[in-house]
Every structure is written in structure tokens, then in C-alpha cells.
């Protein structure tokens, strides 16, 4: 099997090539990054599924399969969910951060499950930085509401910023305003694709077992006291899955993040020297 050559983030690349560039990351790399979602992401979901599972317990199926999606909304069960999407962004942040130095195809599954401690403290740090600023848009009045939306967009490039680029969390923040502005309407169309994609894979990753669940809501009908707890395992697995591929898409996200800031940063750094070498050349 050939060795994979390391990852190149901070490659100049249009949005199309850096979406591209992330799904050949994913298609190289498969087996490490699936492996690596099962050490960082399952276990948080399926511990998740067992907090929601007093909650899921409705003759509806409806209740179960779109409990999580109905949590984006909701405060309380959005807190569940945030720890979750910072193991995604720490799995992704340290797997890239590795492949930048040796080649991820002979990481074992201790390295895997060691791989985050480079990384944890930055990725907090830009996790809550995100956190506090989208807490800060949310409470400020509406007419400045839209405005500070439109700043926000740039912010996420606080993450590979800090953590990929090994800025401080300040000069991160500027670097992140300063390349997100520059490449505003590519960050946010790439952000709704890579959600909608994983959205779609979610989905399609989660119709059998709501299918199974249906059909095994007739059963209950039919003698609900013996299938009670047979139902509970049911529900119990469908809320593990769909977290799981949430997290998983939320992953996928953060890996899409980071390859665009790498373009936008080397983009700049080419119209740097493009300008320095048309100043030599004047003189």
C-alpha cells in the first residue's frame, strides 16, 4: 500500500478545490479517520442517547428521530450537544495537525486515542472564544443583531487560526477577520454545503434503523408489556446513531474550515510577494 505523502493545508486553492481537498482527505484516510470518530465521537453519543432516552419514550416515532435536529433549538438539550462538537473539532484539528508532520496511515488505535493532547488547549480556547461570541450576538438587540451576524461568519477561522497556524488566541482573532472578510461569501457558502452534505449522510445513514423502529412499534401494539424494554434498546440505538453522525458531520465541517483558511492565508501570502516583487522591480 502506498504511503500517503503529509497534508498540506496552507495551499492556495478556490472553494471548490478546498471542498475538494477535504474529500480527498476523507477518501485517503478513511479507515484512520473512521477509526479515530469511533474512539472520540461514539462514546460521547452513546452516552447523550442515554440522557435523552426519558425523553424519547413516545408512541411517536417522530419524538425519537428528530429529538436531536429539535435540539439546535432548545438551550438545555443544545448544552448536551456543544461538548460533542468540541471532541469533533479536537479529532479533526489533531488528526490534521499529525498529518502535517508524519503520515497518518500506521497511526495505531493508541496514537489515535493519544492524538488530541497537542491540541487540547488551543481548541478550547478557540471553542470558547466561538462559544462567548455567538452568546454575545444572541443577547445584543436586533438592528445590530444583523450586523454582528455578518461578523460572526469570519470568526470560525479562529479555530485553524489558533490551533493549525499555532497563532495566539488575539492575533488568531485578527488573522481570522482579517482572511474571513477577504473570502466572506466562499466561507459561508462552504459552510451550508458541508452541513448539507452531512445532513444527507445523516439521514441516509439513519432511515433503516427508523424504519426498523417503525415496524417495531407495530409489534408493541401487539403485546406492548413484553416489548417495552425490546423498544427501549431501539430507541436507545437510534439516538447513539443519529448523535454519532451528527458529530461525525460536524467533523467534516471543521475539516472543510480549516483547508479554506489555509487557502485564504496562502492567497494573501501571494499577493504579498507579488507586491514586494513588483516594488523591487520598480525600483
Given at each position: 500500500m502506498p504511503v500517503q505523502p503529509n497534508i498540506e493545508i496552507f495551499e492556495k486553492r478556490s472553494m471548490n478545490q478546498s471542498i475538494e481537498a477535504a474529500f480527498d482527505f476523507l477518501r485517503q484516510n478513511r479507515k484512520v479517520w473512521f477509526r479515530g470518530t469511533l474512539i472520540y465521537l461514539l462514546p460521547y453519543a452513546m452516552v447523550i442517547a442515554l440522557l435523552w432516552l426519558p425523553n424519547a419514550r413516545a408512541e411517536s416515532i417522530d419524538t425519537t428521530f428528530s429529538m436531536v435536529f429539535e435540539a439546535?433549538?432548545?438551550?438545555?438539550?443544545?448544552?448536551?450537544?456543544?461538548?460533542?462538537?468540541f471532541l469533533s473539532a479536537l479529532f479533526t484539528v489533531s488528526?490534521?495537525?499529525?498529518?502535517?508532520?508524519?503520515?497518518?496511515?500506521?497511526?495505531?488505535?493508541?496514537?489515535?486515542?493519544?492524538?488530541?493532547?497537542?491540541?487540547f488547549v488551543r481548541t478550547l480556547r478557540s471553542a470558547v472564544f466561538l462559544l462567548l461570541a455567538v452568546w454575545v450576538v444572541v443577547l445584543v438587540p436586533f438592528p445590530l443583531q444583523t450586523f454582528l451576524y455578518v461578523v460572526l461568519i469570519p470568526l470560525w477561522f479562529v479555530?485553524?487560526?489558533?490551533?493549525?497556524?499555532?497563532?495566539?488566541?488575539?492575533?488568531?482573532?485578527?488573522?481570522?477577520?482579517?482572511?474571513?472578510?477577504?473570502?466572506?461569501?466562499?466561507?459561508?457558502?462552504?459552510?451550508?454545503?458541508?452541513a448539507f452534505v452531512s445532513f444527507m449522510l445523516s439521514f441516509a445513514v439513519q432511515l433503516p434503523v427508523a424504519l426498523f423502529f417503525s415496524l417495531s412499534g407495530l409489534v408493541a401494539r401487539m403485546s406492548e408489556a413484553f416489548v417495552q424494554e425490546y423498544l427501549d434498546v431501539v430507541r436507545y440505538v437510534?439516538?447513539?446513531?443519529?448523535?454519532?453522525?451528527?458529530?461525525?458531520?460536524?467533523?467534516?465541517v471543521t475539516l472543510g474550515l480549516c483547508y479554506l483558511y489555509g487557502s485564504a492565508v496562502a492567497d494573501y501570502e501571494d499577493e504579498n510577494l507579488d507586491g514586494e516583487i513588483d516594488r523591487f522591480e520598480n525600483l
Open positions: 439546535f433549538g432548545q438551550s438545555r438539550s443544545l448544552a448536551f450537544l456543544l461538548p460533542g462538537f488528526l490534521l495537525r499529525h498529518g502535517r508532520e508524519e503520515h497518518l496511515s500506521g497511526l495505531t488505535w493508541r496514537q489515535l486515542a493519544l492524538l488530541w493532547l497537542p491540541s479555530l485553524p487560526s489558533h490551533t493549525l497556524a499555532d497563532n495566539n488566541l488575539l492575533s488568531a482573532v485578527r488573522l481570522s477577520v482579517k482572511h474571513g472578510f477577504r473570502s466572506w461569501f466562499g466561507l459561508l457558502i462552504m459552510l451550508f454545503f458541508m437510534i439516538l447513539a446513531l443519529v448523535s454519532y453522525t451528527v458529530f461525525v458531520g460536524a467533523s467534516f
